[in-house]
């Protein structure tokens, strides 16, 4: 079942297209990468996934099992954020509050959720730390935890891994492994085309020639993905 079908899409700023034609789905369980050059659109569509950028063009079609509040989004972290005085345990129920209505306090399940999240990614022990005091990786499994919070059934993935050491890396792309086992669908924006080649169910290349969606068999075999490996993505 498609969770998500984008149809002839044109993303852009200020009226001004950056990339259109996109057509492509997103399925329960797939682990789909989104890759492409620097500008080529790839945060762009993420914010339209999300509700947080109107599409020039095109339509985004979401299941009725799914609705904007119920994706999990970790975007790129910035330099301000990493310096946030809350403890963990703070920011990881901070996932549950699209779950919260207009209730002032989370419920018993949510509170009862979020400590499963945080003994899954291994933070039970930092819940009471103050997230600014927490290395990269530390607070990366932080972020992870609070949009886990959010969802059951979608994670969205902006570079998560940028800055972090490769022995970090590694461990975190082993987590979102895992949690896409558990059943939860991903989608993550990367330059990493080891972990891609890995990881990944589906790509979706966006470029300013006609961009690729399919397979990753299909993918590793097309034009486009060689053009791109050798560094010489079309214009």
Do not use: W
């Not at 034609?21 to 890759?35: A, C, N």
């Not at 063009?57 to 994706?71: A, V």
């Amino acid at each position: 079942m498609a969770l998500i079908e984008c149809k002839n899409l044109t993303l852009g700023y200020e009226g001004k297209p950056i990339v259109s034609g996109l057509d492509f789905k997103v399925s329960e369980g797939d682990y789909l990468y989104i890759i492409g050059e620097n500008g080529s659109g790839k945060s762009t569509l993420m914010k339209a996934l999300l509700g947080h950028k109107c599409v020039l063009g095109g339509e985004i079609i979401f299941d009725k099992s799914l609705s904007r509040k119920e994706i999990g989004y970790l975007p790129q972290q910035t330099v301000i954020q990493r310096d946030f005085p809350a403890s963990v345990k703070e920011i990881v129920y901070s996932g549950c509050l699209n779950g919260c209505g207009l209730k002032p306090f989370y419920s018993a399940a949510q509170k009862k959720h979020a400590k499963e999240v945080m003994a899954k990614l291994g933070l039970t022990e930092l819940e009471n730390r103050c997230y600014r005091e927490l290395s990269g990786g530390q607070q990366q499994r932080v972020l992870l935890a609070r949009a886990l919070c959010a969802t059951k059934k979608l994670l969205i993935l902006d570079e998560p891994v940028a800055g972090l050491d490769p022995v970090v890396t590694r461990n975190f792309y082993q987590l979102i492994e895992e949690i896409n086992k558990d059943g939860i669908t991903v989608i993550m924006v990367s330059h990493d085309m080891n972990a891609a080649t890995e990881y990944a169910s589906h790509f979706l290349h966006i470029c300013h020639t006609p961009s690729f969606y399919g397979t990753k068999h299909d993918y590793l075999c097309c034009d486009v993905c060689r053009v791109f490996n050798a560094g010489g993505d079309e214009k």
